[in-house]
């Protein structure tokens, strides 16, 4: 029982202080290295693997070191996001997804939270930078700029006490010193226009609880382009809604992505959103990426265990069902993971050779990558 | 916005007539009368009148021979015209006996809020922004021992530096020695040095509460999402946290900052002993020990009407810093 009860989430207040202590020293050297005065453009400055690519992620490695352990949130994520096209990155809540695209924007809850391994390339057009390495002075310019995030939580991400219009300004401001007052609020009020909100004067002049969570939403999303940037995060942006909205706030990014020819990574868990809006899919599970395609591959042909279950326990009109599917079993702790498989203890597909270690990335086609052993037949490998 | 602070205004009447009312009741109803200790001194002299007799004839002369519900009234009465009559024991109006020592204790008040506001919120504010750094645990650990260990001490301790052994300071007092030869200009200074060590105690006392709740709020306001919108627009640290994080944890700091209105004016009793100040902690001390009612009336009335001000003061301030609290 108490042999039991140890490899669960329990451990004792001495083995927790040994971990903070080690956690600190680790943060610390990681804080120090990212707060030097001077970092040097070589450390920061890369080139893309592909220049068609607005975003690389390379390998990324996102832990957070908290009292009970290391929590490897986003362990050795790979995959692009092409320029004027739009990824779907798909899993369950605590897979990753969110840590992945925070970790691009290096807003991730430091000193707690840290990119220890990888790369993630930006690029920015004329530069490309290396965003895990990148100092806090370039990640200011870059955010909001030319990335720029709209969060899932249209109700609480704007700030209570700023008018809706001073908010938005602020952005374009920060960007674009050499704006004059007047051409910074005609720009605001012709980003309110443009996401759709009729009373546009009143808006720019209200407070965000006056306004409706599609309505905040909008506000979010017309302050995320309003630096026309490259590349659009957006972090379930309909969780949030209702599904009326929902389709509006989807099909208004779709024709804003067009307008401007930015990318989109859009982040859910709603595959109906995914297959509408996506070009690529990306589906990860407990912090790596375990196919990935595109939408096409993912939706008529998903090979991995993970995205077969995905797909079935999503409702179909038409299609009458007793109970709707659901995939057995729980994501593994994620401070121990095993060194198999991630999914092979709820995985009804299992082979042989998944006793084995962590599969590596097999090639379905050019384009469709999945890291399972069943794939190992016919697909090429991929060393990882 | 007019209507609400009338609303509040007439409210803020109301509640006063019931605060006085009680204030009034209590004071009658104390043990120490002081017009039995007067009768009792009285009585004593060669050839007076019995005690019994003095009694009823003070109590008369002072008004205490009606029942307190017609007492309150008679009060009330010349209260609201402004006449709070003569303090008994100190024999000069209320008002002026009030006003001659109320200066003393309103710089010592200002002095050490003034002195706590400006270490407790950035201090505050430090402390959240590096959460669980060496300086958050040496600002918590100061500001505790502050919290936790009384003003006595610290006047002692101060006294014993910075009087004793540096001698920079007088030991007590409100003026020094050679007051009465300086120049207008020295004199004020001669006092302001005087008061030097009593602001530092009180400000350290106080320092410590002020200082966690800035913390707490800014610890919160600073994992809430729109300071992760105000980062991911691309602004500076600074601008994150000088702009969009401190207007929000100003919003309940307010609120604390307006109650301390009355504590401006209601002395420091304990620090005013130790350091022999005429202020009004001392004096209202010393008359509540007698039973003087009119100058306890008064006293406790005007902080009755500060802490009705400072609540009407705060939800106004509430109203201009929080957007969602303004009233239509």
């Known amino acids: 029982m108490s042999l039991k009860k140890k490899s669960a989430n329990y451990i004792s207040a001495k083995e927790s202080r040994e971990i903070s202590k080690k956690n600190r020293k680790i943060t610390k050297e990681l804080e120090k290295k990212r707060n030097r005065k001077h970092i040097p453009e070589e450390e920061y400055i890369t080139k893309m693997k592909n220049p068609e690519n607005c975003v690389e992620f390379d390998n990324v490695h996102t832990y957070f070191f908290t009292d009970i352990g290391t929590v490897k949130s986003v362990d050795g994520v790979s995959f692009d996001v092409p320029q004027g096209k739009t990824v779907g990155i798909v899993g369950e809540s605590g897979c990753g997804k969110s840590v992945t695209s925070l970790s691009l924007m290096q807003l991730v809850q430091r000193p707690a939270g840290q990119t220890v391994e990888g790369e993630i390339r930006f690029n920015s057009g004329d530069k490309v930078v290396n965003v895990v390495n990148a100092p806090a002075s370039v990640m200011q310019k870059l955010r909001g700029n030319y990335m720029s995030m709209i969060f899932q939580e249209p109700m609480t991400s704007l700030n209570p006490v700023f008018r809706i219009g001073e908010q938005i300004d602020e952005v374009i401001e920060l960007h674009n010193p050499e704006k004059s007052k007047e051409e910074v609020k005609a720009r605001t009020i012709e980003l309110l226009e443009m996401v759709g909100i009729a009373n546009k004067e009143g808006v720019y002049q209200m407070y965000p609880h006056e306004l409706s969570g599609g309505m905040r ?18 972090d379930e942006p309909t969780t949030a809604l209702d599904v009326t909205i929902q389709a509006q706030i989807l099909d208004l990014l779709r024709n804003l992505k067009d307008k401007i020819n930015s990318s989109i990574m859009l982040i859910t868990h709603d595959l109906g959103v995914v297959a509408e809006m996506a070009d ?16 096409r591959e993912i939706f008529k042909d998903p090979r991995h265990p993970y995205t077969i279950g995905l797909m079935n326990s999503k409702p179909v009109v038409g299609k009458k069902v007793d109970k709707l599917y659901s995939i057995p079993g729980s994501v593994p702790n994620p401070v121990n993971m095993p060194d198999y498989c991630y999914f092979k203890d709820r995985c009804n597909m299992c082979v042989d050779a998944c006793d084995g270690a962590y599969p590596c990335e097999y090639h379905v086609s050019p384009t469709h990558v999945v890291s399972c052993y069943r794939c190992a037949e016919g697909g090429t490998a991929n060393e990882q | 916005m007019k209507k609400f602070v009338l609303k509040r205004v007439l409210i803020s009447c109301l509640l006063l007539v019931f605060v006085t009312m009680i204030i009034y009741g ?20 060669p050839g007076a009148k019995s005690y019994g007799e003095w009694r009823d004839q003070l109590n008369a002369q002072y008004g205490l021979d009606t029942g307190i519900v017609q007492g309150y009234f008679t009060w009330a009465g010349k209260a609201v015209r402004g006449q709070f009559g003569d303090s008994w024991y100190w024999n000069q109006p209320v008002t002026k006996k009030f006003a001659s020592v109320i200066w003393y204790s309103f710089a010592l008040a200002l002095g050490s809020f003034i002195l706590e506001i400006v270490i407790a919120i950035p201090a505050g504010i430090l402390a959240a922004r590096k959460q669980y750094s060496t300086s958050d645990y040496v600002i918590t650990v100061l500001a505790l021992i502050g919290i936790s260990l009384p003003s006595f001490f610290f006047a002692t301790i101060l006294k014993y530096i910075f009087a004793i052994k540096l001698g920079w300071f007088d030991l007590y007092g409100i003026v020094g020695r050679m007051h009465d030869q300086l120049s207008p200009v020295g004199q004020f200074f001669d006092m302001a040095k005087h008061m030097v060590l009593p602001t530092i ?35 500076s640290e600074s601008v994150v946290v000088n702009k969009h994080a401190f207007r929000n944890t100003l919003i309940p700091i307010i609120t604390l900052l307006g109650g ?18 005429p202020g009004i902690g001392y004096t209202s001390y010393q008359c509540v020990m007698q039973g003087d009612i009119p100058f306890v009336m008064f006293y406790m009335t005007f902080i009755a009407i500060l802490t009705l001000l400072g609540n009407l003061i705060a939800d106004i301030l509430y109203a201009v810093v929080d957007p969602r609290v303004r009233v239509n």
Request: charged residues 20%; hydrophobic residues 50%; glycine residues 6%.
């Open chain 2, 201 to 235: 105690v009180l400000a350290i006392v106080s320092i410590g509460s002020l200082m966690r709740y800035t913390r707490t709020n800014m610890l919160e306001v600073l994992n809430s999402d729109y300071i992760r919108t105000a980062r991911a627009k691309g602004l």
């Open chain 2, 26 to 45: 209590v004071m009658r109803c104390m043990p120490t009368s002081y017009v039995e200790q007067q009768a009792m001194e009285l009585s004593k002299k």
């Open chain 1, 217 to 234: 939403q909008r506000i979010c999303i017309a302050m995320a382009l309003a630096c026309d940037p490259k590349l659009i995060i957006a």
């Open chain 2, 260 to 277: 301390t209105l009355p504590g401006l004016f209601s002395g420091a009793m304990v620090t005013e002993t130790l350091f022999q100040i």
């Open chain 1, 280 to 295: 690529y899919v990306v589906v990860m599970y407990a912090g790596r990426v375990i196919e990935k395609g595109t939408a």
